[in-house]
C-alpha cells in the first residue's frame, strides 16, 4: 500500500516507473528516472535549484510528490534544449558567467525558460532562486540578456 | 531527508476525503498546496499514517463574489487570488497579501485554506482573513459548522479544526466603508520569510481617521487585534504625525501575559513602523 506505479511524461517521453508515497517529484526524477539535472537543496521552497515545470508551470519539485505527477508533464533542465545546441537562456547564463559551481543553475534556468515572452523583469525571474557563488551581477545580466536579443545584458 | 513511509489517498468527492479521515487510530494529515506539509513531512516534523491529498477534490477551489460576501474555496490556489480580477476590485487587500507570500513558484501551489490550517504565526493569510472578519467553513460527517477567523488559529501551527474535518471555504464580508491594506517586512528582500506584518483597516473622513482596524502578524503565535492602537488612531489626522504610535503597538502586541518569539518586542516595533508608514502612504494617495 505504500507504493504504486507512477507515470510521467517527461520531456516529452513516457515514462513509468513505481514510486513510494513518500517520496517527492525531485527524489523520483533524479533516482527513479536518472533525471540528476534536477537538484536538490533545501527540501523547503526557499533556494528553486529543484524547480520543474508540472503542465507548464514552474514548481518546486521537492514539494511535490511524485504520485501528485502521475499522468502529468513534467518538464525538467534535460528538457530544455531541444538537440539543436543550448537554448538562448543557457547561453545567455555562459556569456554573462551566470554561473559557479551550477548548483542553483537548473532550476534557475527552467525559470528563465518559462519566463521567456512572459516578462516579469529580473526580480520576478529571480524570485525564489538562491545562488550561494555569483552575487547574482552575472545572473541579472543573463537575464537580461535572454528576455531581450543578444547584448542587452551588457 | 525523505519522508517516513506513509499511506496515500486522492480522493475525487469531498464525501470521498471525508470517509478518508474516518481513520480510528491513525494519524491522518490534509495535502493542500502541500508548501508547508511536503517539507514537515520529508523533515519527519510530521509523521502521518495516512495523507489524504485534497487536490482532486471537485469544488474546493473557486472564487465567488457576491454582493454581500466573497467565497473563496479553500483549495483556491494562492496566484489565483493573487490575479483574480473580480476580487481585486472587491478585496483589492487579499489580492495584494496573496502576492506577498513567499515567491512565483510557491504561490502556484499553495492555497488559502492551506495557508489558514497550517497557521504560521507571521503569515500573510491569517492576519488579513483576521482583519476582515472571515468565517473559515469547515465541513464533516457530522455537519457544517463556520467559526470567525479569529477564533480559528489556536496557536503556531494549531486550529479548531477536527481530525475529521475539511475547511471548505472562507467567506469574507464586502468592506464597506473600510479600505485596508497589508505590509510587511520578509527576510531576504520580499521572498524570504515574514518577519512582522501589518494589516491596516482605515475609514477617513476630510484627512482623519474616523474609525481603523489594526491587525499585527509575526508577534505571537497568532495575529491580533490591537484594539487599543485602533481607538487611539481615531480623531488623528491620517497623515500623522504619529507620535508613541510605534511604542503603542509595541506595548499592546507583547503585553504582560502574552506569548510569542523570543525577539517579538522587534517584531512588534516593526509592526509598528510599517503601521506609520501604510498611514504615510494612504495620506500620500489620498492626497492628506
Given at each position: 500500500m505504500s507504493a504504486r506505479t507512477v507515470t510521467v511524461r517527461v520531456n516529452g517521453v513516457v515514462r513509468t516507473e513505481e514510486s513510494e508515497h513518500h517520496t517527492t517529484l525531485a527524489e523520483h526524477l533524479r533516482t527513479a528516472l536518472r533525471l540528476t539535472g534536477t537538484h536538490i537543496g533545501c527540501g523547503s521552497g526557499d533556494c528553486g535549484a529543484c524547480v520543474v515545470?508540472?503542465?507548464?508551470?514552474?514548481?518546486?519539485?521537492?514539494?511535490?510528490?511524485?504520485?501528485?505527477?502521475?499522468?502529468?508533464?513534467?518538464?525538467?533542465?534535460?528538457?530544455?534544449?531541444?538537440?539543436?545546441?543550448?537554448?538562448?537562456?543557457?547561453?545567455?547564463?555562459?556569456?554573462?558567467?551566470?554561473?559557479?559551481?551550477?548548483?542553483?543553475?537548473?532550476?534557475?534556468l527552467v525559470r528563465m525558460a518559462h519566463a521567456a515572452g512572459r516578462g516579469g523583469g529580473e526580480e520576478g525571474v529571480l524570485a525564489g532562486h538562491l545562488c550561494r557563488c555569483t552575487g547574482y551581477v552575472g545572473i541579472r545580466a543573463a537575464v537580461r540578456r535572454s528576455a531581450g536579443d543578444a547584448g542587452a545584458g551588457r | 531527508m525523505s519522508a517516513v513511509a506513509f499511506d496515500y489517498t486522492a480522493p475525487t468527492t469531498l464525501d470521498g476525503a471525508l470517509g478518508a479521515l474516518d481513520a480510528p487510530g491513525r494519524t491522518v494529515a490534509l495535502l493542500a498546496g502541500g508548501q508547508s506539509l511536503v517539507p514537515l513531512l520529508t523533515s519527519r516534523q510530521v509523521r502521518p499514517d495516512v495523507v489524504v491529498d485534497l487536490n482532486g477534490v471537485a469544488g474546493l477551489a473557486g472564487i465567488g463574489i457576491g454582493a454581500d460576501r466573497v467565497r473563496i474555496g479553500a483549495m483556491t490556489r494562492l496566484r489565483e487570488?493573487?490575479?483574480?480580477?473580480?476580487?481585486?476590485?472587491?478585496?483589492?487587500?487579499?489580492?495584494?497579501?496573496?502576492?506577498?507570500?513567499?515567491?512565483?513558484?510557491?504561490?502556484?501551489?499553495?492555497?488559502?485554506?492551506?495557508?489558514?490550517?497550517?497557521?504560521?504565526?507571521?503569515?500573510?493569510?491569517?492576519?488579513?482573513?483576521?482583519a476582515l472578519g472571515a468565517q473559515v467553513v469547515l465541513r464533516s460527517a457530522r455537519g457544517v459548522r463556520?467559526?470567525?477567523?479569529?477564533?480559528?488559529?489556536?496557536?503556531?501551527?494549531?486550529?479548531?479544526?477536527a481530525p475529521d474535518e475539511v475547511?471548505?471555504?472562507?467567506?469574507?464580508?464586502?468592506?464597506?466603508?473600510?479600505?485596508?491594506?497589508?505590509?510587511?517586512?520578509?527576510?531576504?528582500?520580499?521572498?524570504?520569510?515574514?518577519?512582522?506584518?501589518?494589516?491596516?483597516?482605515?475609514?477617513?473622513?476630510?484627512?482623519?481617521?474616523?474609525?481603523?482596524?489594526?491587525?499585527?502578524?509575526?508577534?505571537?503565535?497568532?495575529?491580533?487585534?490591537?484594539p487599543g492602537v485602533?481607538?487611539?488612531?481615531?480623531?488623528?489626522?491620517?497623515?500623522?504625525?504619529?507620535?508613541?504610535?510605534?511604542?503603542?503597538?509595541?506595548?499592546?502586541?507583547?503585553?504582560?501575559?502574552?506569548?510569542?518569539?523570543?525577539?517579538?518586542?522587534?517584531?512588534?516595533?516593526?509592526?509598528?513602523?510599517?503601521?506609520?508608514r501604510a498611514l504615510a502612504a494612504r495620506a500620500g494617495r489620498e492626497g492628506r
Amino acid at each position: 500500500m505504500s507504493a504504486r506505479t507512477v507515470t510521467v511524461r517527461v520531456n516529452g517521453v513516457v515514462r513509468t516507473e513505481e514510486s513510494e508515497h513518500h517520496t517527492t517529484l525531485a527524489e523520483h526524477l533524479r533516482t527513479a528516472l536518472r533525471l540528476t539535472g534536477t537538484h536538490i537543496g533545501c527540501g523547503s521552497g526557499d533556494c528553486g535549484a529543484c524547480v520543474v515545470l508540472l503542465d507548464g508551470e514552474p514548481v518546486c519539485s521537492c514539494l511535490v510528490l511524485a504520485v501528485q505527477a502521475d499522468g502529468r508533464e513534467v518538464t525538467t533542465v534535460e528538457g530544455l534544449a531541444g538537440g539543436g545546441g543550448l537554448t538562448r537562456e543557457q547561453r545567455a547564463l555562459i556569456e554573462e558567467h551566470g554561473l559557479q559551481c551550477g548548483f542553483c543553475t537548473p532550476g534557475l534556468l527552467v525559470r528563465m525558460a518559462h519566463a521567456a515572452g512572459r516578462g516579469g523583469g529580473e526580480e520576478g525571474v529571480l524570485a525564489g532562486h538562491l545562488c550561494r557563488c555569483t552575487g547574482y551581477v552575472g545572473i541579472r545580466a543573463a537575464v537580461r540578456r535572454s528576455a531581450g536579443d543578444a547584448g542587452a545584458g551588457r | 531527508m525523505s519522508a517516513v513511509a506513509f499511506d496515500y489517498t486522492a480522493p475525487t468527492t469531498l464525501d470521498g476525503a471525508l470517509g478518508a479521515l474516518d481513520a480510528p487510530g491513525r494519524t491522518v494529515a490534509l495535502l493542500a498546496g502541500g508548501q508547508s506539509l511536503v517539507p514537515l513531512l520529508t523533515s519527519r516534523q510530521v509523521r502521518p499514517d495516512v495523507v489524504v491529498d485534497l487536490n482532486g477534490v471537485a469544488g474546493l477551489a473557486g472564487i465567488g463574489i457576491g454582493a454581500d460576501r466573497v467565497r473563496i474555496g479553500a483549495m483556491t490556489r494562492l496566484r489565483e487570488v493573487e490575479r483574480h480580477r473580480g476580487l481585486a476590485a472587491a478585496l483589492p487587500v487579499l489580492a495584494s497579501a496573496a502576492a506577498a507570500v513567499a515567491h512565483p513558484h510557491i504561490r502556484v501551489r499553495s492555497t488559502l485554506g492551506g495557508s489558514l490550517c497550517h497557521a504560521a504565526p507571521a503569515a500573510e493569510l491569517p492576519a488579513v482573513a483576521l482583519a476582515l472578519g472571515a468565517q473559515v467553513v469547515l465541513r464533516s460527517a457530522r455537519g457544517v459548522r463556520s467559526v470567525p477567523a479569529g477564533r480559528f488559529a489556536t496557536g503556531a501551527g494549531t486550529t479548531v479544526r477536527a481530525p475529521d474535518e475539511v475547511v471548505t471555504e472562507i467567506v469574507f464580508p464586502r468592506t464597506g466603508p473600510f479600505t485596508y491594506e497589508f505590509s510587511e517586512l520578509c527576510t531576504r528582500g520580499s521572498t524570504g520569510y515574514p518577519v512582522a506584518g501589518v494589516c491596516l483597516g482605515l475609514r477617513a473622513d476630510g484627512g482623519l481617521v474616523r474609525a481603523a482596524r489594526v491587525v499585527v502578524a509575526g508577534c505571537g503565535p497568532v495575529p491580533v487585534r490591537l484594539p487599543g492602537v485602533e481607538a487611539a488612531l481615531v480623531g488623528r489626522a491620517v497623515a500623522g504625525p504619529h507620535p508613541g504610535l510605534v511604542a503603542s503597538v509595541v506595548a499592546e502586541a507583547t503585553r504582560p501575559g502574552s506569548t510569542g518569539p523570543e525577539d517579538r518586542e522587534y517584531r512588534a516595533e516593526v509592526a509598528g513602523v510599517l503601521l506609520v508608514r501604510a498611514l504615510a502612504a494612504r495620506a500620500g494617495r489620498e492626497g492628506r
